[in-house]
């Protein structure tokens, strides 16, 4: 049962402009969402993070932005640069737990 | 302050046979959890260690254990390996465990079974 849904599973967008990947969930006990990005034969590199008690954080040229009631939250990437060509995963877990629910992943290119 | 290290980077193995993978985790980071990844089922949590205890447990046959040493170093290990345990096995480590924290993870062992 996927808990965690990342639709559209690749994605092109021309540098400088902005990326949008989006993250559904269904298990309403989850309260920390979490972005990572992963190239090829690497792990999981972190990128942001946001609790259920936030509806947006920003670090740099990521956001990330949370709608609880809709289950929804999304990573906006501006602007994008061909260095954030990539897999972006969504994962969630729930309070005192390290347990994560990762969706199946974006590939994302940034054309130069 | 030095990321996570797995070794071996990669494996190769024949069904029936045994491997263990290590992880080290980051300085002073006392959580280690393993997870597997595969093109079919993506990003599967196996389980989670703290204080040399296993805190969670996925959803995976008891042919997968681990354990964590007093200096928070973990291994896992994989008994009569079948050709689907084929995966990249990624370990992270968190700060502690109890609570919602980022896990950072190492660059994963490829094991590939034979």
Not at chain 2, 7 to 27: A, D, F, H, M, N
Not at chain 2, 64 to 92: H, I, K, P, W
């Amino acid at each position: 049962d996927q808990q965690v849904k990342q639709n559209s599973p690749s994605l092109s967008v021309q540098e400088g402009r902005i990326s949008i990947l989006n993250c559904d969930y269904t298990n309403s006990m989850f309260d920390y969402f979490l972005w990572y990005k992963k190239y090829p034969a690497e792990g999981p590199t972190f990128l942001i993070s946001i609790s259920s008690i936030k509806d947006k954080n920003e670090d740099g040229r990521f956001t990330v932005f949370l709608n609880k009631s809709a289950k929804h939250l999304s990573l906006h990437i501006v602007p994008s640069q061909p260095g954030d060509s990539a897999v972006y995963f969504c994962a969630a877990s729930a309070s005192g737990n390290n347990r994560l629910a990762f969706g199946k992943g974006n590939q994302v290119v940034v054309i130069p | 302050k030095a990321g996570v290290t797995q070794t071996p980077r990669y494996l190769i193995k024949t069904r029936g046979q045994q491997v263990t993978l290590s992880c080290s985790p980051i300085s002073g980071h006392r959580s280690v959890s393993w997870y597997q990844q595969t093109p079919g089922q993506g990003l599967q949590f196996l389980f989670e260690y703290f204080s040399e205890t296993q805190r969670n447990k996925g959803n995976f046959p008891g042919r997968f254990s681990g354990r964590q040493f007093s200096n928070s170093r973990s291994e896992m290990n994989v008994s009569t390996l079948e050709l689907g345990d084929s995966a990249l096995y990624l370990c992270a480590s968190s700060v502690q465990a109890g609570r919602t924290d980022t896990q950072y993870f190492g660059p994963g062992t490829r094991l590939t079974v034979l």
